[in-house]
């Protein structure tokens, strides 16, 4: 079981930036597997925001293209998310999430079966 754990969320203005950090426990989930970051706003669902595959292809939700870019690193073992020109609309809790053989990056929850316990994102305008 792959154990995964973010940091990295606080508080922005609108307009700034912010990098979120996964830490992945398994290193050929990172290497080979789909990675994942959702957010959660108050009172919403569940939504994918970006996700990388192990050829380094990635997806990206339509909100957050040209602003957010997901990345990852092995020496690190870490998967991150760059976040930049911030939106009000970006609060939320942000998990990362993996899942070890798949075929392409999805956005789909049902598609990862591992998860993070979350970091709070905050973005006032």
């Known amino acids: 079981q792959v154990h ?3 940091s990295g969320g606080g508080s922005a203005q609108a307009g ?3 990098r979120l950090s ?3 426990s398994i290193y050929r989930v990172l290497s080979d597997g789909c990675l994942g970051w959702f957010r959660q706003a108050p009172g919403k669902g569940r939504e994918g925001v970006a996700a990388m ?3 380094s292809r990635t997806t990206y939700a339509d909100s957050v293209k040209g602003r957010f870019t ?3 690193t092995y020496a690190m073992s ?3 998310l760059k976040m930049t020109n ?3 609309e970006d609060t939320g809790m942000y998990f990362c999430a993996a899942v070890a053989d798949c075929s392409t990056p999805s956005l789909l929850m049902a598609d990862y079966p591992s998860w993070g316990q979350g970091t ?6």
């Open 53 to 55: 595959d192990g050829s």
């Open 22 to 24: 996964c830490s992945v």
């Open 16 to 18: 700034g930036s912010l």
């Open 86 to 88: 911030l939106e009000p």
């Open 78 to 80: 870490t998967l991150y």
């Open 70 to 72: 997901i990345s990852r």
């Open 4 to 6: 995964l754990v973010e």
């Open 120 to 125: 709070q994102v905050t973005v006032s305008s």
